[in-house]
């Protein structure tokens, strides 16, 4: 056989349905490893010197979104609400932010997954983010796009981007 459907490749090809929690749901351990993630990459990697973790973390409507496998979190992301449309937002006031990747999980496509999952259940409504430069392909492939001109963000060049309220993009998966 040899392919991917191999059962024995079967069991340890990682289950990639997003995981879904509040600041009230997760557990101390679920937090501890996306905090070690999101500063294993935005402090150690892109060597960013702004505060990762903020009180946005703690907010109640704040979303935290992951894949994991045997390793911990491979991809992570956060939705925020804001209470009113913030200045560079358009109309939207749910926020995505601090996509991640796991360095050895990058490629795979995992980003969009948590993407298409999060316009799976909040399309309908207008949504906003800021985007490294670089990564820009990847939101616009799932409906996001640029306004404005490119800005530094925490020494990163950055794009902001927004995606009216409408359903899924044709061709996500639905989840």
Same mark, same amino acid.
């Given at each position: 056989?040899?392919?991917?459907? $191999?059962?024995?490749?079967?069991?340890?090809?990682?289950?990639?349905?997003?995981?879904?929690?509040?600041?009230?749901?997760?557990?101390?351990?679920?937090?501890?490893?996306?905090?070690?993630?999101?500063?294993?990459?935005?402090?150690?990697?892109?060597?960013? $010197?702004?505060?990762?973790?903020?009180?946005?973390?703690? $907010?109640?409507?704040?979303?935290?979104?992951?894949?994991?496998?045997?390793?911990?979190?491979?991809?992570?992301?956060?939705?925020?609400? $804001?209470?009113?449309?913030?200045?560079?937002?358009?109309?939207?006031?749910?926020?995505?932010?601090?996509?991640?990747?796991?360095?050895?999980?990058?490629?795979?496509?995992?980003?969009?997954?948590?993407?298409?999952?999060?316009?799976?259940?909040?399309?309908?409504?207008?949504?906003?983010?800021?985007?490294?430069?670089?990564?820009?392909?990847?939101?616009?492939?799932?409906?996001?796009?640029?306004?404005?001109?490119?800005?530094?963000?925490?020494?990163?060049?950055?794009?902001?981007?927004?995606?009216?309220?409408?359903?899924?993009?044709?061709?996500?998966?639905?989840?």
């Amino acid at each position: 056989m040899g392919g991917w459907l $191999d059962p024995i490749k079967l069991a340890i090809v990682p289950d990639s349905s997003p995981i879904q929690r509040t600041w009230s749901e997760l557990t101390r351990d679920e937090f501890f490893e996306l905090a070690r993630l999101r500063t294993e990459v935005f402090f150690l990697e892109q060597r960013i $010197d702004e505060p990762e973790l903020d009180d946005r973390d703690r $907010d109640e409507t704040t979303e935290h979104v992951w894949i994991a496998d045997s390793e911990g979190p491979a991809s992570y992301l956060r939705v925020i609400v $804001d209470k009113t449309v913030q200045p560079g937002n358009q109309d939207a006031r749910r926020l995505i932010g601090r996509v991640v990747t796991r360095a050895d999980r990058r490629g795979e496509g995992l980003s969009r997954r948590l993407l298409e999952h999060v316009i799976q259940q909040h399309g309908h409504e207008p949504m906003a983010l800021h985007s490294q430069s670089y990564i820009q392909p990847l939101y616009a492939a799932v409906g996001f796009e640029t306004f404005g001109d490119e800005y530094v963000e925490a020494g990163i060049p950055h794009l902001s981007m927004y995606r009216a309220g409408r359903g899924p993009e044709r061709g996500a998966a639905p989840h």
